[in-house]
């Protein structure tokens, strides 16, 4: 059974899809494997073992009716816990959502449905994706697979480390500053936020509606093409969803091919701040790209050292607002409704039970900024700094086709490291928020161990809008020549978990 | 514990009333603002909800089309101009009522803007025009409906406990906002309710909404306030909610100047609040208190993009608008030959519609405004009901004049036909059936009654042929009566005058 969790999705689709094996056994050993390790990393807050055994049955009936499949009808995924899904608890890591169930599917869930793809269950994450270590998480933080003592990134880092576990061979993130390329870095996973509006929001527990996109991980790029394809597409039920043609991802990630491409290094991302391992992986990459026939020049944007903190401006602003529909009232916890007390009262007990310390942080830090009298000066200005972003990505992408940097700068760190200090914790995204302050698509590609700690590394590649699958294209490029160099996948280079 | 109020002429002599109305109108849309819900009224409560307009999370909003078209058509109509470019925003508070405890509105961008109404009303020196200016009418939701149970007078504060329906919350609004309506003196009272008359004829013209008031379809809030003299600046004002009549319109402007002016002569200060209107006792009653300070944090709604509506559209759109009410106003009273005071009796009745589609399906004016503004009136009026409301179509009225005019009926007869439409009985024609409504024409059973009604009366012959023929009229009265209306009155007296030997 260990080889079957081993296997990459495309491997196991066509394995499914030609009867060699079917969906039941690759479900059942990853249910296995989740029985076996997440003991220790804690990567599922739910497991739906008997819909899993089921939708995998009905792959396996229709393969066998002779029914026309997709490219991933059959394989297993990690549903992170912020995307409501009809039947099965939806969290959002959160005491507030305790016991609901949605009754509906989100967008995404709804595709994946239709492509066969079994969800296994739902993963850990901060608290309504509030952090970048799953240390938020209402229900205990998720262990980095490569070293248990460490974080998996955040706030998907629940959907990273189930990946770089084996317990999923695909999981979906969300990703509204790095909650999706920052795990993947730490974990040695491949993660992938796509254009704005190129994955339907809907569905998806709203953090800061205009920053949040839902994106595919897999542990190389052809897997995580594979599920960008099956998600991604217009949705009317999305407003802010783009109504054109999801890019040829796929073909891009079977190409690999970056001869004559002229790839910028943003000279703002990398450097001070960076941990000197993470910089020293990405300048043998950046060797490695010119190698390769890439044109390679380095970009200035100006604006991006005010990102992180224009970004803390506009996210708990947004946030603010989308979290206060949940006072207890239609859904959820209920706090203090004892008969004596008044609406307001019941309400603000339930918030305050409900919510985690970083979750009423970011509420407060959201309500004074869009305070009148305060609301030009701060949401205001932070919009303007997001259009001076803008027209730096735009400035850069008028000379090169991709831009890469680091995508954290630092390799995971320590359980409990930074829990005291937010400030510390923000910085984690530096390099991965004006991608999202942008609107365009970002790819973290594991890229070597840093030599200090031999914790993953991870190269950022980020292209123009609805240009995702340069993002592929380059990212299987370096790929092809790193696995060579490694004698295959990063992930063989993690320590076997004890459980196994 | 009622509040001291002032002789509305005495206010009125001491102080210039500034007026403002803020009217939300319910779209007779379909589905919802956001989400494809059904609006239909007075359905089971919670029943016509889904993720979107209940809030749930990860629920998103999609944008009505047909929403959007019916604010720019009402612009249009109130002579604003159309945005080339605005925003929904949200509205954050906390309230039970409201889903997601913020309301999806537009705050500073609305989608038309710097409009107005002209409204005619009856001054001392004849009919004038009164320029109503228009801020805005922008494009909102409407919240769900709380119910509180036990404590005071449905009221929250003392309730048991609180039940909320949700089947109206998503149902799209437009609010129309004047400016400070300036320069109407004493005649505050009447702008605002002409005002708010003329605008559910303007949207009801263009089949945007019912426009209901007792079932809040068009909603009005007063504002009011007092100032020494035009040439002052402004009052603190007060704001009355939930006056849903065009007289309480009328009532709580005049009830809000006396009131105001009773606080400012008395040399108290006017609160920033909102007031409650009490329809049956015709006072107001203190609410929140409210400041300029409150704070409900709008910001540009991330959910829904930009509306741009293009200039072609809004052409589009301006071509399908019905005729202005002021031009059409002019053009039946010509058409029909009516006086102004005529007109106005059709105008107020609220039927003019009623009468002109009657007219188009045939009926005469004269007795499409006759039934209308008379017995269908009173049978409304009767009843309770809304004219609109009274079950009665062009094609009812066009058969019973055809009837009429056959001498098949009369109209004692007609109007009993008309209370068996009104209770249900069928069409005119089976009513009159079933009723057993006829002119009786054989002049046998006739003679005979008047022979009862001579015998009953023995004087009455006698004085006829003293030439005293108005004494005719309680003999056709009896025989009236005794044919239970069914007697043609001018045949009964041609038959009483022959038989008496007399001519007229």
Redesign the interface.
């Known amino acids: 059974m260990s080889d079957l969790i081993r296997k990459n999705a495309s491997e196991l689709a066509e394995l499914i899809a030609s009867r060699e094996i079917s969906s039941v056994e690759v479900t059942q050993a990853h249910l296995d494997r989740i029985a076996a390790v997440d003991g220790d990393v804690h990567a599922f807050l739910h497991i739906d073992t008997a819909g899993a055994l089921s939708a995998a049955a009905d792959v396996d009936a229709k393969i066998k009716a002779g029914e026309k499949q997709s490219a991933l009808a059959g394989v297993p995924l990690g549903l992170k816990d912020i995307v409501a899904s009809k039947g099965l608890p939806t969290t959002c890591g959160s005491r507030m959502l305790e016991g609901w169930i949605p009754p509906y599917d989100a967008t995404v869930v709804t595709n994946l449905r239709n492509a066969g793809v079994v969800i296994l269950g739902k993963t850990n994450m901060d608290e309504f994706a509030m952090g970048s270590s799953t240390e938020h998480s209402a229900y205990g933080p998720t262990h980095n697979p490569w070293d248990l003592e460490r974080i998996p990134g955040g706030s998907g880092g629940g959907s990273s480390a189930c990946i770089a576990a084996f317990e999923a061979p695909l999981a979906i993130g969300t990703d509204t500053g790095g909650s999706i390329r920052q795990p993947a870095a730490v974990t040695g996973t491949v993660g992938v936020k796509p254009t704005y509006g190129a994955v339907s929001r809907y569905g998806l527990v709203a953090l800061a509606s205009s920053l949040d996109q839902a994106g595919p991980c897999a542990r190389n790029v052809l897997d995580t093409a594979l599920l960008h394809s099956v998600i991604a597409g217009h949705d009317p039920k999305d407003s802010t969803s783009i109504n054109e043609p999801t890019p040829d991802v796929v073909s891009a990630a079977k190409r690999g091919d970056i001869k004559g491409m002229t790839i910028g290094v943003v000279k703002e991302l990398g450097g001070e701040g960076y941990q000197a391992g993470v910089q020293s992986r990405f300048t043998e990459t950046v060797e490695l790209i010119q190698s390769l026939g890439a044109n390679v020049v380095e970009v200035s944007c100006p604006s991006f050292p005010a990102a992180l903190a224009a970004y803390y401006l506009i996210l708990p602003s947004e946030a603010s607002s989308n979290l206060a529909k949940f006072d207890g009232i239609r859904f959820g916890l209920r706090v203090g409704d004892d008969g004596t007390k008044s609406v307001e009262q019941v309400m603000s007990e339930t918030r305050a039970a409900g919510f985690g310390d970083e979750v009423i942080r970011r509420i407060i830090l959201g309500t004074y900024a869009l305070s009148a009298g305060y609301y030009d000066a701060y949401y205001g200005q932070a919009q303007k700094v997001r259009t001076l972003i803008a027209r730096d990505f735009a400035a850069a992408f008028a000379k090169v086709d991709v831009l890469i940097s680091p995508t954290a700068p630092t390799t995971a760190f320590k359980i409990g490291e930074k829990l005291d200090d937010p400030l510390a914790m923000y910085l984690n995204d530096v390099a991965t928020i004006p991608v999202n302050m942008a609107g365009l698509p970002g790819m973290s590609l594991p890229i070597g161990l840093a030599p200090e700690d031999n914790l993953p590394v991870g190269l950022q590649i980020i292209a123009p809008a609805m240009a995702d699958d340069r993002l592929y294209n380059v990212g299987a490029a370096i790929e092809r020549e790193l696995l060579v160099k490694w004698g295959g996948p990063i992930l063989g280079l993690a320590p076997e978990l004890a459980g196994a | 514990m009622a509040e001291a109020v002032m002789n509305y002429d005495e206010a009125i002599s001491k102080f210039d009333p500034v007026l403002g109305l803020e009217v939300h109108v319910e779209l007779g849309t379909n589905t919802k603002m956001f989400c494809g819900c059904s609006t239909v009224f007075g359905a089971q409560p919670n029943t016509q909800v889904c ?1 979107v307009c ?10 009505n089309k047909i929403g959007v078209e019916s604010a720019i058509r009402i612009g249009l109509a109130l002579n604003c101009e159309i945005a080339t470019w605005c925003r929904f925003a ?1 509205k ?1 508070y ?1 309230y ?1 009522d409201m ?4 309301q999806t509105s537009q705050y500073d961008e609305p989608i038309a803007f710097e409009g107005y109404l002209d409204v005619d009303i009856e001054t001392d020196e004849g009919r004038k025009t009164f320029r109503v200016p228009i801020e805005r009418a922008h494009m909102e939701e409407d919240t769900g409906k709380n119910s509180h149970v036990g404590g005071a007078a449905g009221r ?1 504060h003392g309730a048991d406990y ?1 039940l ?1 329906d949700y089947n109206r919350a998503g149902i799209p609004l437009i609010e129309i906002v004047t400016k400070p309506i300036t320069g109407t003196g004493k005649y505050a009272p009447e702008v605002a309710k002409a005002y708010v008359a003329a605008l559910r004829e303007i949207l009801r013209g263009l089949g945007v909404s019912d426009v209901k008031m007792e079932q809040g379809s068009l909603r009005c809030d007063v504002n009011l306030s007092l100032r020494d003299t035009p040439e002052s600046k402004l009052g603190t004002r007060s704001e009355t909610k939930n006056v849903n009549s065009l007289r309480s319109v009328e009532r709580a402007v005049r009830f809000e100047v006396s009131r105001h002016a009773a606080r400012l002569a008395a040399g108290d200060t006017v609160i920033q609040e909102t007031r409650h209107w009490h329809e049956d006792t015709g006072i107001s009653t203190s609410g929140r208190i409210k400041s300029d ?1 409150e ?1 409900y ?3 540009p709604e ?4 930009p509306i741009a509506p293009s200039r072609e559209w809004v052409e589009e759109l301006r071509a399908t608008l019905p005729e202005n009410p002021v031009v059409r106003r002019a053009r039946l009273v010509a058409d029909w030959g009516l006086s102004e005071i005529d007109m106005n009796t059709v105008v107020n009745s609220g039927a003019l519609n009623l009468i002109v589609e009657a007219v188009a399906a045939g009926v005469e004016p004269a007795a499409a405004r006759k039934w209308w503004t008379g017995e269908l009136s009173r049978i409304a009026n009767d009843r309770g009901l809304e004219i609109d409301d009274v079950p009665v179509t062009p094609a009812d009225l066009k058969r019973l004049e055809e009837l009429i005019s056959s001498g098949a009926l009369n109209d004692k007869l007609a109007r009993q036909a008309l209370e068996g439409l009104v209770a249900g009985e069928g069409d005119i024609d089976a009513i009159v059936k079933v009723r057993g409504l006829a002119v009786v024409s054989d002049d046998g059973p006739l003679l005979a009654a008047i022979d009862e009604a001579l015998a009953a009366d023995p004087a009455v012959a006698e004085t006829i042929k003293s030439g005293k023929l108005a004494a005719a009229g309680s003999v056709v009265g009896a025989v009236m009566k005794a044919t239970r209306g069914q007697a043609d009155a001018a045949r009964v007296r041609e038959l009483l005058f022959e038989k008496l030997g007399v001519s007229e």
């Open positions: 993720p209940l809030g749930l999370p990860g629920a998103l909003p999609a944008l949200r954050n906390f039970p889903p997601k405890n913020f929250i609180s909320v300070a704070d944090r709008y910001f991330p959910d829904l993009l």
